[in-house]
Structures are given as C-alpha cells and as structure tokens.
C-alpha cells in the first residue's frame, strides 16, 4: 500500500479527529495501570539501593574505610527508594516547590 504524502497526512487527520485530539497534540495515555505503578515502585526502590550501594562501595574503596559508607549509604538509598514510592504513590511526583499554586492572582501584581 503505497500512499502519497497527502493522503497519509488525511488518514492521520481522520484518525485524529475519530479520536477527539487536536492535530499534532501527544498521546495523551490516562492513568497509570496497578502494574505499572508497582513496577515503577519496584525499579525506584532497586534503583536508589543500587546507586547508594554502588557509591558507599566506591567511597570505602577511596578510602579506605571497608564497610562504613557501603552499610550507611546503602540504608540511605533503602530510605531514598521509599521515600520516591511515597512520593510517587501520593501525586507528588512531578511537582515542584511547597503548596498549590493560586490561580485566581495574576503574577504580575505586586502584594503592598
């Protein structure tokens, strides 16, 4: 099946619009399944373990200091991937800074 340009931009169109997204807009996928909300929970607990482990083995072996930084880094990363799936778990994953943001001010006036 061999289509021009033209008629592939159409099919994407008609597709697009069946769909009810504007053209050109991302996939939009709506929530996360159980399933993968507990494989991103598992990657983010085995992920910060990992990485604490892997630089208290590199600082022990920097200097010298066997098992120390190893075990305490180590219950570091154990703290850290807990603390990613309660972030994640809550909503409060992708947000920045310290409380909502109020819309109803614009952000040019300044508060006297």
Do not use: C
């Amino acid at each position: 099946m061999n289509l021009t340009p033209e008629e592939l931009g159409r099919k994407i169109k008609e597709a697009q619009d069946r769909q009810g997204q504007a053209p050109g807009a991302p996939i939009q996928t709506g929530e996360s399944t159980p399933a993968g909300r507990a494989m991103r929970a598992g990657v983010d607990l085995a992920a910060a373990i990992l990485v604490g482990g892997f630089l208290g083995y590199w600082l022990d072996k920097w200097l010298h200091t066997k098992p120390l930084f190893m075990i305490l880094l180590f219950f570091m990363g154990f703290a850290a991937g807990f603390l990613n799936i309660y972030r994640s778990q809550t909503g409060q994953d992708f947000k920045i800074g310290m409380g909502t943001l109020d819309k109803t001010e614009p952000d040019n006036e300044k508060k006297e």
